[in-house]
């Protein structure tokens, strides 16, 4: 890989599934914040094609391949001298029939939400800590603390990075924060029909789809804070007082 120049000064971020949804939209918001912003992305070429037309530099990589997450590590050392912020956002959102159907589905879950964050944020660590001012925010779920039925091992594997928040939270203070963000209903799949709608936001205190931007001001507040680590924000409309 051919290393890309940033500045001395130039803040660089690391976002895991930024070809899509919250991903890409964070990561548009770090450009237009002057950061160097080095988009992962697995499948989803489109949405990183239009990253890189802005000053992102695409890095593919199946999280569910271990050799595949040991190069990512190995692509961002040779791409930056610095890691200023890296969010673990790629996620598997498989169901109890998906992952009973297929092992390999069921493998993927825990790949994806916690062996790559492990591997990321571990091979990563140095770059994170040269500056001292380093933060990882992972994404895990509502569902960490009041499991789904339907999501088993979905759940299973949130809380585990949930765990891990906590744990290199310890390892790596003072130089690196570590926190998570929570998410609930910030935005509805195409496959969620209006009945699916209607019935989530009848359990959602705030009864609104939250949007994106709520995630992005979360992410702001948990990298400029310079005195939280360990901690998770849910951003949720309230809706965790109800499940």
Known sequence: ?????????????LITGAGRRFGFELAKALLAEGYRVLAHYNSSREGVAELEELGALGLQADLTDQ???EQLVIDVKQSTQRLDLLVNNASCFY???????DP????????VHVQAPYQLI?????????HGDGAV???????TD????????????????????????????????????????????PE??????????AETPLKVEGGLEPMIQAVRFLRDNPFVTGEFIKVDGGRALLI
């Open 1 to 13: 890989m051919t290393s890309t120049a940033v500045t001395e000064q130039q803040p660089v971020a």
């Open 67 to 69: 050799q595949a997450i």
């Open 95 to 101: 169901d109890n029939e998906r992952v009973n159907a």
């Open 104 to 111: 390999q589905a069921l493998a993927a879950v825990f790949q």
């Open 122 to 130: 571990h091979g990563l660590s140095e770059l994170l800590a040269a």
């Open 137 to 143: 925010i992972n994404i895990t779920d509502i569902y």
């Open 146 to 189: 009041s499991p789904a039925t339907g999501y088993i091992a979905y759940c299973a594997a949130k809380a585990g990075l949930a765990n891990l928040t906590q744990s290199f939270a310890k390892q790596l203070a003072p130089k690196v924060r570590v926190n998570g963000i929570q998410p609930g209903p910030i935005l509805f799949l």
């Open 192 to 201: 969620h029909d209006s009945e699916h709608r209607d019935k989530v936001l």
